[in-house]
T-cell receptor
Framework: GQQLNQSPQSMFIQEGEDVSMNCTSS?????WLWYKQDPGEGPVLLIA?????ELTSNGRLTAQFGITRKDSFLNISASIPSDVGIYFC???????????FGKGTLLTVNP | KAGVTQTPRYLIKTRGQQVTLSCSPI?????VSWYQQTPGQGLQFLFE???????NKGNFPGRFSGRQFSNSRSEMNVSTLELGDSALYLC?????????????FGSGTRLTVV
């Protein structure tokens, strides 16, 4: 089946540092989504990308839809302790109504 | 407005039993999707419903089934439970009818099979 390769698996950073994570696929996706999940909760949508090359920001978060439509990245600037959590990328293809998720990036921020 | 509501939050069942999980989508949302989340496999798509019709199904055995009611509320059922069915089951809703809508997830139902 389709796979999304998300990296890194985990990151340990100091408060104030910038963070970058990415997802790649061998398949083309029409939509890329980035979610954050806190323990015991469902994923929360951070950013949605709908066009190749699109660059979208949401506060300190910036995400881009790769030109090839096979990748996406998420940047977090000036990290703070509440950024701690698991970040997931998800892609949607064609007329298929399902989302394919990456395995997640566990972010730890040391104050 | 209220988010996606899943009930119950936690459930413990014995192998061989069956279970029914419930999801109430955001008001006005007509699409409901179900996902299984486990440490090993991550988030895996189960099925998606729109206006009471299943539009897409993931690669899960027939023991997993679902349905959607006219008010868009959805249920999923797992019969003959196995230990490997222990997981967080997440429901997501969206306006549906088009592809480019973000999905809003509920907090999930944590199912433990013993």
């Amino acid at each position: 089946g389709q796979q999304l390769n998300q990296s890194p698996q985990s990151m340990f950073i100091q408060e104030g540092e910038d963070v970058s994570m990415n997802c790649t696929s061998s398949s083309i996706f029409n939509t890329w989504l980035w979610y954050k999940q806190d323990p015991g909760e469902g994923p929360v949508l951070l950013i949605a990308l709908y066009k190749a090359g699109e660059l979208t920001s949401n506060g300190r978060l910036t995400a881009q839809f790769g030109i090839t439509r096979k990748d996406s990245f998420l940047n977090i600037s000036a990290s703070i302790p509440s950024d701690v959590g698991i970040y997931f990328c998800a892609g949607q293809r064609g007329s298929n109504y399902k989302l394919t998720f990456g395995k997640g990036t566990l972010l730890t921020v040391n104050p | 407005k209220a988010g996606v509501t899943q009930t119950p939050r936690y459930l413990i069942k014995t192998r061989g039993q069956q279970v029914t999980l419930s999801c109430s989508p955001i008001s006005g949302h007509r699409s409901v999707s179900w996902y299984q989340q486990t440490p090993g496999q991550g988030l895996q798509f189960l099925f998606e419903y729109f206006s009471e019709t299943q539009r897409n199904k993931g690669n899960f055995p027939g023991r997993f089934s679902g349905r959607q009611f006219s008010n868009s509320r959805s249920e999923m059922n797992v019969s003959t439970l196995e230990l490997g069915d222990s997981a967080l089951y997440l429901c997501a809703s969206s306006l549906g009818g088009a592809l480019n809508y973000g999905y809003t997830f509920g907090s999930g139902t944590r199912l433990t099979v013993v």
